[in-house]
């Protein structure tokens, strides 16, 4: 059977989210931000339809920076899957992409969704840098001593956490990444400069981190710190929480071997995340 892809539209986002609300054990997140999404004028919804114009598909393609585009959302219904939709939307969004002046697409997989990556090693993509996703309660640890704690950072400090942050392995194996929640693209002496303006760079003498609070969580999207140094940057993480109003901390890390055992050695649940990459 024939499908055509076209632009989401606001009445779509009811037939959208009945057959989404079940896909993964714990629900889906389409539901919740279908609505915004189709409001954001730097990205492009898209659905598969066929004669009776009901969305069966679904994706979203995003312009993070002049020349940095990012794939997600992609969905298709359990009664059309293995149509072609998927690669067919895929392709549809870095051709909106390339279009204004994309020069490279990405999305996000985890590491254990095979089926997924196959598709999109197929579709030209290729791994670039593997990831984690921790999450944790919010509970706090012990009481560090005021001089080891994460506080606000200065310009000044913005400043010195790029230079050590742009020789580390975090920035290598990362591939000079930044998380922007669940959307990849390359970090920039700016997001350290708007973090400080905003209060969401922190400093202590471990290291350095960017969290944010977009809800009752607390996300951490980027960090700057060394091998001996991380396990007292996650325990000032920990720390910091006191004073803050959230249930859940998670952090987006590079997959080094080093971060990853220092954050299950501060209690944080970790699940790989593989990130694709190709030039459009």
Known sequence: MTFVIRPARAEDVDVIAAWTKDTFSWGD???DVLPSWLEDKESHVMVCVHEDDVPVA???AQLLSPAEAFLSGARVHPDHRRSGMATAMNDAGV???KDRGAR???LAIEEDNEAARSQVVTAGYRLTSRWVFATSDASTGSRMVPSQRL?????ADADAAWVFWSLSDLAREGHELIAKGWQWRRATRQ???DAVNDRSLYHSPAGWLIASQPDESMFVHWLATTPTDAPLLFQGLR???RDEP???VRLMSPATAWAVEALQREGFEVKPVLIYSKAV
Do not use: F, M
Request: proline content about 8%.
């Open 191 to 193: 997001d350290l400069e």
């Open 29 to 31: 997140y389409i539901p």
């Open 246 to 248: 959230v249930d859940t």
């Open 239 to 241: 720390e910091l929480l």
């Open 58 to 60: 679904l994706s979203r």
């Open 95 to 97: 051709r909106w992409a």
């Open 151 to 155: 506080r606000p950072a200065t310009s």
């Open 104 to 106: 490279v697409a990405r």
